[in-house]
């Protein structure tokens, strides 16, 4: 995705001892988010229907101790592999989210989240540090999505 300006982008992938079709219905179940993705206190679905290409969200998180707003779009969804996302608010001036889920055996799969966004012009200095803060949190996010995933406790801060 083109963007004017500076950006960022990063992956990161993490293992998870279930089986891919569990990890996958917890990843979609966006309203759940917050159970496993630090500073998201809630997500609501703003379009009707079951979650597919086209469907919009709206994220209540925290950043940097402030609460924000973040208008969530899907951009392209493969059923039980992938879903994309478009994200624009708070901190973000724009971002394309894809989080995929790869089965590496019977009963454990790889989750990967990859991001490529850009900085609101007031916030664009810090473009250089959203890969390596952006990584800490996500390998967080998906160890909490793991433990969920394989029934232990979340450890949300």
């Known amino acids: 995705m083109p963007y004017a300006g500076a950006v960022y982008t990063f992956t990161e992938t993490f293992g998870i001892e279930r089986p891919s079709a569990d ?3 917890i990843l979609i ?3 759940n988010v917050p159970a496993w993705e630090k500073d998201v206190l809630e997500v609501t679905q703003t379009s009707l229907g079951v979650p597919a290409v086209g469907t ?32 624009e608010g ?23 989240y990859s991001i490529h966004g850009q900085m609101r012009p007031l916030l ?3 473009t ?5 803060i952006g990584r800490r ?14 029934g232990g406790p979340s450890r949300k801060p």
């Open 23 to 25: 990890v996958w219905a």
């Open 90 to 112: 708070g901190m973000v001036r724009r971002a394309s989210v894809t989080y995929a889920v790869e089965p590496t055996d019977v009963g454990s799969c790889r989750v990967s």
């Open 29 to 31: 179940d966006f309203p």
């Open 124 to 126: 664009a200095w810090t």
């Open 56 to 87: 919009t969200f709206v994220a209540r998180r925290l950043f940097g101790g402030r609460e924000s707003l973040i208008n969530c779009r899907i951009t392209a969804w493969e059923d039980g592999r992938s879903v994309a996302m478009e994200l």
């Open 137 to 150: 949190l996500v390998r967080g996010n998906l160890a909490n999505l793991a433990r969920l995933a394989e």
């Open 128 to 132: 250089p540090l959203i890969p390596t």
